[in-house]
């Protein structure tokens, strides 16, 4: 009997209307985990290359973490996985809240869908019984409301759903659960969307099985006891989350301005970047609130009196930055209301904000007038405009239609040299994070299997975490020592945190692990699982995960090596800084092929046929 994991996925085909189960080999966990790391080697081998991520025989689905569903602190994480319809390469995005644990008390490692319906559909997991639902009634509903619909129907029950951006096929559209989690990145709302597929509602009843209970227990205890008495920057983040960088990023100059090409101090001084600080915005907090298993609960749910918004999820830093300092708006009544319609309609805020800023600075630049924007007055902070227009992108009305892909098409779309003021990756736009701050981020945006990505694992968005002292973070796990300065050691430390941030991710652990207290991560895993994994095993895991999303989009005939980031947005020389690390992950640097021997070593032998 399998520990951890359930030992079973299940396949969902939405054209035939049909439920498989198949089992898993044993191996297949300890080689990929869970999560992204298990979708990527079932995609990759299941799913031609070249299929159209819009397509009936495009496959995605839904991965819960390999610890996700036990008590393990912050491992209730879930991913959305697939080829991403925005970029192209592989896609993945991370979500949180209670949905990946009902995954595996429905007794699955993942559910995968595949075909496409011809009316809208949704599909109900309850004790055993699987259905395949019409959703006609839902259909044009937004995410709260179909949440809200479907519980009432189906009685206390997790939903996955797409709002109006995934139906109206928008290219940066998310999956939303608990109401305003959401799977923003890669465009997973649209493939949803395209295969007519509202909503996933599930309740299981299933028990998980683990090892050694009382060793779980015992680290988890121990785990909670030492956030719950830490001080400074744990009560930082279970007060304000993400927003406490709200300032502090803005000051150093990390929170991009002016769609990337501003200035804080002039073009969005301290008196104005202060009316979206963390403590303005929680003067609307009403109680926190987090996802399962999680001692933090980082985040909030607010009332905002001002706007009739009784309950709403708070703003966090990027929601806050892309439609805030990106734009030099600084109405944070605004910031409510964009943050609220984006999580219903399921949009995601990075790319919202993105495209809203390009179309801004196309404005101001006299490429587009107001007969093009339906009259809308699109200067630089004019909240009221820029609601609008977030409507219109929601509703594919008017202009709006034309941004709702995203700044690349809809460069493409009005032509007259816009593309210059397109700030993505492969399609995708940048992380509220500056690569001219955090240097690393430079490689990482454009090279990433995932382009764009601020979670993306590297060094740089790390170096406040305890993961920078030895042993500081995991037991075994430690940086070169002079990975600070560029050289080896740095290229080094680049592959490790790779590796690392690869398997906690694919273990189901938030991100924000690497900012909080030392975790006992070996130890989980063992205890739950009763393997006797190494700290190098398990970084080598990542590197094998990391390795096959970067073959996938190799497969698809996108080589990320290629790509380049818009000028304003870096000042490193972040193809070299690849180079380096494509050598220490045995790719090739010239081309950033993982070289045949890389391949066996890391067990991923039935990609080289696809390579070479
Ligand atoms: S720290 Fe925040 S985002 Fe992470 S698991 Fe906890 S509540 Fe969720």
Known sequence: MSNGYMGKILWINLSEGTFKEEQLPDEIYRQYLGGYGLAAKLIYEKMPSKTDALGADALFGFFPGLLTGTVAPLSGRFMVAGKSPLTGTWGDSNCGGYFGPEIKKCGYDAIIIKGM???????????????ILDASDLWGLDTVQTEEKLTEKHGKVQVA???????????????????????????????????????????????????????????????????????GVIIGWKTFGTTMGNTYSAQIGDTPIKNWGGNVNEDFPMERYNKLSGMEINKYRQKPYGCYSCPVQCGSIMKVPELGLDETHRPEYETCASFG?????????????????????????????GT?????????NGILSKDDTDGLELTWGNSSAIIELVKKMINREGFGDILADGSKIA?????????????????????????????????????????????????????????????????????????????????????????????????GLCLFVYNYLKYPLIELINAVVGWDMTMNELVKTGLRIQTLRHSFSLKEGINVIHNKLPERTVD????????????????????????????TDLNLNFVIKDLY
């Open 572 to 599: 490193v020389d972040y193809l070299e800084d690849y180079k380096a690390y494509c050598k220490k992950m045995g790719w090739n640097p010239e081309n950033a092929y993982p070289t045949k021997e890389t391949l």
């Open 356 to 364: 809203v800023a390009f179309a801004i600075e196309c404005y101001e």
């Open 161 to 231: 759903s797409i709002g109006q951006s995934g139906e109206k096929l928008s290219l940066i559209s998310g999956i939303v659960n608990d109401k305003a989690r959401i799977a923003g990145r890669s465009g997973f709302g649209t493939v949803m969307g395209s295969k007519k597929l509202k909503a996933i509602v599930l309740k299981g009843n299933k028990d998980l099985n683990v090892a050694d209970k009382d060793l779980l227990l015992k680290h988890t205890k121990e785990y909670n006891e030492s956030i719950s008495s830490a001080k």
């Open 325 to 353: 300092h990106l734009l030099l708006n600084d109405d944070l009544m605004s910031i409510f209301t964009i943050n609220d319609l984006c999580n219903r309609a399921g949009i995601d805020v990075i790319s919202a904000g």
């Open 411 to 507: 460069s493409e779309k009005i032509g007259k040299g816009s593309s210059k003021y397109a700030i993505h990756s492969l399609g995708q736009e940048l992380g509220m994070h500056s690569p001219k701050v955090l240097k690393s981020l430079g490689a990482s945006y454009a090279f990433d299997p995932t382009p764009g990505r601020h979670t993306t694992a590297t060094l740089d968005m790390y170096r406040m975490g305890p993961i920078l002292k030895p042993n500081g973070l995991f037991e075994g796990f430690e940086l070169p020592k002079k990975f600070k300065n560029p050289g080896d050691d740095r290229s080094e430390a680049e592959k490790l945190i790779s590796g690392i941030s690869q398997a906690t991710n694919c273990v």
């Open 117 to 131: 319906a011809t009316s809208p559909k949704y599909i109900t997991i309850i004790n055993d019984d699987k259905q």
